[in-house]
């Protein structure tokens, strides 16, 4: 056996046997404190769903609204989804706003612009969810992470198994919206202290 390779560009500092440049993860998770910020006396009692990703065929929408939907009647407290991210296919955000409206879940969901202070919705959130069809490595589990905030992300967002099902999150099969409904069902029955020892793992 012998290296492809005698010099590689890692990043992460324990790799030592070998020469090496060590590159920060491109992200400041100096911005986003671990310790959880208190929201609830604008959101008191509702349970609010996350999801950061731009508006694309890969962040996969059409699955959480279809999963959104199908629990929508099987939930007796308040929740809310808030979409956060720029329009890269406008298309997309046509085919979001179509079904939200032709399954009157207008009350349930909310877009949003891309913020800069993406921390605080981060701290809101009882849960961030990540449903994509494709991902390198995610910032958003991380982001997430960094504010004591479980994920609830698809398989293929998941490669480098970031999440732990029923450890800091759950995961389910890519595209599959009723096993994602089964997840959202399962973390907004889970008791907040419960999400937030989740969310410090």
Known sequence: CCWLSDFRVV?????????????????????????KKDYTSTNRNTFILL?????????????????????IHLVTGSFQLLLIGEVSDPQVEQQVNTYIHANNLHQFIQQRAPVLDIAEYYHRASIT???????????????????GTPVIVSNAANKNELI??????WV????????????LLEAILTPQDKLKQMGDQ
């Open 11 to 35: 990043n992460y500092k324990t790799i030592s046997f070998l020469p090496h440049v060590f590159v920060q993860n491109g992200i400041a998770l100096q911005g986003f404190p671990s310790e």
């Open 51 to 71: 999801m950061v990703a731009r508006f694309d065929q890969t962040k996969d929408h059409p699955t959480l609204l279809k999963a959104v939907k199908e629990i």
């Open 129 to 147: 969810i990540l449903p994509s069809k494709a991902e390198g490595f995610p910032n958003v589990i991380l982001e997430s992470l960094a504010t």
């Open 172 to 183: 389910f099969p890519t595209g599959d919206s009723s096993a994602l409904g089964e997840c």
């Open 164 to 169: 732990q099902h029923g450890i800091n999150g």
